[in-house]
Nanobody, 120 residues
Framework: QVDFVESGGGLAQPGGSLTLSCAASANNYHTWNTGWYRQAPGQQRDLVAS????????????YYADSVKGRFTISRDNAKNTVMLQMNDLNVDDTGVYFC?????????WGQGTQVFVSA
């Protein structure tokens, strides 16, 4: 079992910024893949950004969905068991519940989700 503490969601205007943070209680955190999914109202949960497990000093492979490339930046702090998502130039299509996760081989654990609402 992995426990999560997610923070940073909220209301933003188009063009604004938010930073999401997710701390996970996973042992040997640096070995876990981690990232963020987004679920818009009435839609499926889609991968937004991820960073693979790697050495304790980082170096994981990073992935971004096409819709967020150049606007979002994912980073992880293995010393703090934390993954962050810096979201810039937000638009209304970024609205949704953002779920962090950790995965390793067949195991996947999900955070509780944090709401992001982008509106003028």
């Amino acid at each position: 079992q992995v426990d999560f503490v997610e923070s940073g969601g909220g209301l933003a205007q188009p063009g604004g910024s938010l930073t999401l943070s997710c701390a996970a209680s996973a042992n040997n955190y640096h070995t876990w893949n981690t990232g963020w999914y987004r679920q818009a109202p009435g839609q499926q949960r889609d991968l937004v950004a991820s960073v693979s497990g790697g050495g304790i000093n980082g170096g994981g492979v990073v992935y971004y969905a096409d819709s967020v490339k150049g606007r979002f930046t994912i980073s992880r702090d293995n010393a703090k068991n934390t993954v962050m998502l810096q979201m810039n130039d937000l638009n209304v299509d970024d609205t949704g519940v953002y779920f962090c996760y950790v995965s390793r081989r067949e195991q996947v654990f999900w955070g509780q989700g944090t709401q992001v609402f982008v509106s003028a």
